[in-house]
């Protein structure tokens, strides 16, 4: 575990974008339970999180069409809740960052480390613009 000092900037990124922390598997169940789309950063303390999935995701929310909800679970400090998305995320094994979009509680679009190590920020948000596109 982190101490909470170290990550509270990591967490802030995308809370004041919009996101919410989620903390426990509750939280998790009941959000991708929900009607409609849920966009999931599985956030990092690594440095493509703080490079290009935290900026990427934040990006994509510029565009005409986004999902209904935003969370995020910090891989490293919330074990709880990021194994509880983890679950929802098989068949793509465990990886941080990552970045998940559900449709009404079914994983329609993934984004793993490997897609988004080595990307820039701009090619992450407009992989996502075009999820985004079609399922919400």
């Given at each position: 575990?982190?101490?909470?000092?170290?990550?509270?900037?990591?967490?802030?990124?995308?809370?004041?974008?919009?996101?919410?922390?989620?903390?426990?598997?509750?939280?998790?169940?009941?959000?991708?339970?929900?009607?409609?789309?849920?966009?999931?950063?599985?956030?990092?303390?690594?440095?493509?999180?703080?490079?290009?999935?935290?900026?990427?995701?934040?990006?994509?929310?510029?565009?005409?069409?986004?999902?209904?909800?935003l969370v995020t679970v910090f891989a490293g400090v919330d074990a709880e809740a990021t194994g509880k998305a983890r679950e929802f995320m098989i068949p793509f094994p465990p990886s941080s960052p990552a970045i998940a979009l559900f449709k009404d509680?079914?994983?329609?679009?993934?984004?793993?480390?490997?897609?988004?190590?080595?990307?820039?920020?701009?090619?992450?948000?407009?992989?996502?613009?075009?999820?985004?596109?079609?399922?919400?």
């Amino acid at each position: 575990m982190y101490p909470p000092e170290l990550v509270k900037p990591m967490y802030e990124e995308l809370e004041h974008a919009g996101f919410v922390s989620l903390h426990s598997a509750q939280e998790v169940e009941e959000v991708l339970q929900k009607e409609g789309t849920t966009l999931v950063v599985v956030n990092s303390v690594c440095g493509c999180a703080a490079g290009t999935c935290r900026p990427g995701a934040i990006a994509s929310l510029q565009f005409d069409k986004i999902p209904n909800n935003l969370v995020t679970v910090f891989a490293g400090v919330d074990a709880e809740a990021t194994g509880k998305a983890r679950e929802f995320m098989i068949p793509f094994p465990p990886s941080s960052p990552a970045i998940a979009l559900f449709k009404d509680g079914t994983l329609v679009h993934m984004l793993e480390r490997h897609h988004i190590e080595g990307r820039s920020a701009e090619v992450i948000a407009s992989n996502l613009a075009g999820a985004f596109e079609e399922y919400c």
